[in-house]
């Protein structure tokens, strides 16, 4: 069982087309904040990220950002979150929010997100980390996604511990405890096949 003090929140800097996404953002806030676990992101009051970290703020939980210096000198930084790292990079962002959290769920959103949310796969398939990750699909947003994930493993560019290692659901809560219960892939043993068998 993983202890969940922390979840990694990836999300768009854009509301969306749909009140759904806003909805949905506003619903993860409340909900971490009521079972309190840590909110950690990206640190914008912009989108999905402010409307998430302006819910759990008001509902008496506790949000880190982190923010590359040129966002933040843009002024997209959030100004009432419980603590704001700057870092440099957006390497670093991803780093540090990898330290901070326990696990990660990505709600929608454009390139930003699913370049942390496949840095977080990616890493997580090679060892770097052993944390949960979860995609929150809000009305069928990520149905595409999740069918080419289907395909990427069908055509055998995806093993199987790897296609299983990310939870999906529509209901956070039910996506939470897949979380609290999720394994991380046994990497260990998929390393030492890839010596014979170079499927990433």
Not at 44 to 64: I, K, N
Not at 78 to 96: N, P
Not at 107 to 133: C, M, N, R, V
Request: glycine residues 10%.
């Amino acid at each position: 069982m993983n202890t969940l003090n922390s979840l990694c929140l990836f999300c768009g800097a854009s509301p969306g087309a749909d009140p759904a996404y806003r909805d949905a953002a506003a619903a993860f806030g409340i909900t971490l904040a009521h079972r309190n676990i840590r909110l950690i992101y990206g640190g914008g009051s912009v989108g999905l990220m402010g409307v998430a970290a302006d819910a759990c703020l008001a509902a008496g939980g506790e949000v880190v950002g982190v923010i590359p210096r040129m966002l933040m000198e843009k002024e997209v930084g959030h100004a009432g979150v419980t603590q704001m790292h700057v870092v440099e990079t957006m390497h670093d962002r991803k780093a540090l929010m990898t330290e901070l959290s326990d696990g990660f769920i990505a709600l929608p959103g454009g390139f930003g997100t699913l370049d942390e949310l496949f840095e977080s796969l990616t890493w997580q398939q090679l060892a770097y980390h052993t944390k949960p990750i979860g995609l929150l699909n809000v009305n069928g947003f990520f149905d595409a996604l999740i069918a080419f994930l289907d395909h990427a493993r069908d055509e055998r560019f995806l093993r199987d511990l790897h296609r299983e290692s990310l939870q999906v659901d529509t209901d956070l809560s039910v996506l939470i405890e897949k979380l609290r219960r999720a394994e991380a892939p046994d990497t260990g043993k998929w390393l030492d096949r890839t010596k014979q068998d170079k499927v990433i």
